[in-house]
């Protein structure tokens, strides 16, 4: 996931990988990935809404008005076309299908199974000694949300290789097709009430964004400024025409949700984000070509993931921290409510830097090993295996949370019943078939 750990395996500095970087590097992506999801995090902490009851709300459900700055501040749509960029030129660089899932999901997965560890033992202690109430048990459910972005990424990964046979046979015409999915999802589901075909858009909307990047790494997006112009145009009028909400994040109780599944409306707003972060390209690679900001870019993407990771776990530490001090909370959207918000941020920060401090290492890769050009194909189908496995456990584990471990709580993932138990099961299982057979692929005769 872009550049590698800072003090890794190899006992190479962040400064001195910084120095290093060769010249031909596209720096702005790597800029791009860091704040697309700074800009997340960022947002997590603003959106929550915590009153000194313990129950946790939404900022822009407080003052719908707001719901407006999710056109500017819902970026996922960036990471998943920066991901396309970067699946492409890995695996043309490792083809091999086993090597490629090992290595694109190494920085992905380690990290990730550790935060599953952990929070899984702390929610049967918090479960055994009977202390899930409040907000424990709303922390207990929500931690795992963001996991959904991880196993929508894992399916990026999963599909890159065939995508990418098909952009460098059609090019735009592969990302048209893709669109005209969704488009077709759309009005079976709100022109003829087609039950549960709403669910193909996960598919079809994020892969067509993730197409993007593809696009963007054979030098294919000549413009930007139409792209951006039509998908925020196109946005405007679904949202204004259509059945579809203003907001760009899911709401509480909403009917219709532009993110769970995604509809046609959030992908013209990936167009729109898309076209924008490459108008501003230029002064992007000139601003992360000075020496200090790549530095703190390099920094900050080998950490990356393990502070998306933690970061809500350190924003409800914060609010658990001020309800056991009996610190009142305002009533979400006053006056003093917005008072307190750069307070709160500033130690979700530390205490997110904190936890970074301490679980990063598991984002570090191994000492690196010489890398198959190409592999036989014994290990594709078990890889092919493992990465289902592995998405379908992460994306479980988003909707059923660690809440009611000991109850057995379920949750339904398309058809499937699944508990958190059987999702990390599932996660880990996925995880040791791809490290399996991607660590033994064997170069080509």
Do not use: C
């Amino acid at each position: 996931m872009g550049i590698r750990g800072v003090g890794d395996a190899t006992g190479v500095s962040a400064r001195e990988l910084a120095a290093a970087t060769p010249a031909t590097r596209d720096r702005y992506v790597d800029l791009l990935r860091v704040a697309s999801l700074g800009v997340v995090v960022l947002g997590h902490w603003l959106m929550a809404a915590v009153t000194s009851d313990g129950s946790v709300g939404n900022l822009l459900a407080v003052v719908p008005e707001l719901q407006i700055v999710t056109w500017a501040l819902q970026v996922m749509p960036v990471f998943f076309f920066v991901g396309g960029f970067s699946h492409a030129l890995a695996h043309r660089s490792r083809p091999a299908y086993a090597a490629f899932l090992r290595a694109r999901l190494q920085r992905l997965l380690r990290p990730t199974m550790v935060f599953v560890a952990v929070w899984g033992a702390a929610a049967l202690v918090i479960q055994l000694l009977g202390a899930d109430g409040g907000l424990t048990g709303v922390a207990l459910r929500l931690v795992t949300q963001p996991l959904w972005f991880i196993g929508i990424y894992l399916a990026m990964v999963a599909f890159t290789p065939p995508l990418v046979k098909l952009h460098e046979r059609w090019g735009w015409g592969a990302f048209g097709a893709l669109v005209g999915g969704a488009v077709a999802v759309d009005v079976l589901r709100f022109a003829f009430d087609v039950p549960f075909v709403e669910f193909l858009n996960f598919a079809f909307v994020w892969l067509a964004i993730h197409q993007l990047g593809f696009l963007r790494a054979d030098g294919m997006i000549r413009l930007p400024a139409v792209l951006a112009g039509a998908g925020l145009l196109a946005a405007a009028g679904l949202v204004a025409l259509g059945p579809y909400p203003l907001s760009m994040v899911g709401m509480p109780g909403e009917k219709v949700s532009n993110m769970a599944p995604p509809t046609l409306a959030l992908l013209a707003h990936g167009l729109w984000l898309v076209g924008a972060v490459e108008l501003l390209k230029g002064p992007g690679a000139r601003f992360v070509a000075r020496a200090g900001v790549w530095h703190k870019v390099v920094v900050a993407n080998g950490i990356a993931m393990t502070a998306f990771l933690w970061h809500l776990t350190a924003m409800l530490g914060v609010y658990g921290a001020l309800l056991a001090l009996d610190v009142t909370l305002p009533a979400p959207a006053t006056g003093a409510w917005w008072a307190q918000v750069p307070l709160r941020i500033a130690a979700a920060a530390l205490l997110t830097g904190l936890l970074v401090a301490a679980f990063r290492r598991f984002e570090r890769p191994p000492a690196r090993r010489a890398a198959p050009t190409s592999a036989t194909s014994a290990g594709g189908p078990v890889a092919a295996l493992g990465i289902t496995l592995a998405l379908f456990g992460i994306l479980g584990l988003s909707m059923v949370g660690f809440g009611g471990l000991l109850e057995g709580r379920s949750a339904t993932l398309v058809a499937l019943r699944i508990t958190a138990p059987a999702a990390v099961a599932m996660a880990l299982a996925g995880w040791l078939l791809v490290e399996r057979v991607g660590r033994g692929a064997r170069p080509a005769e």
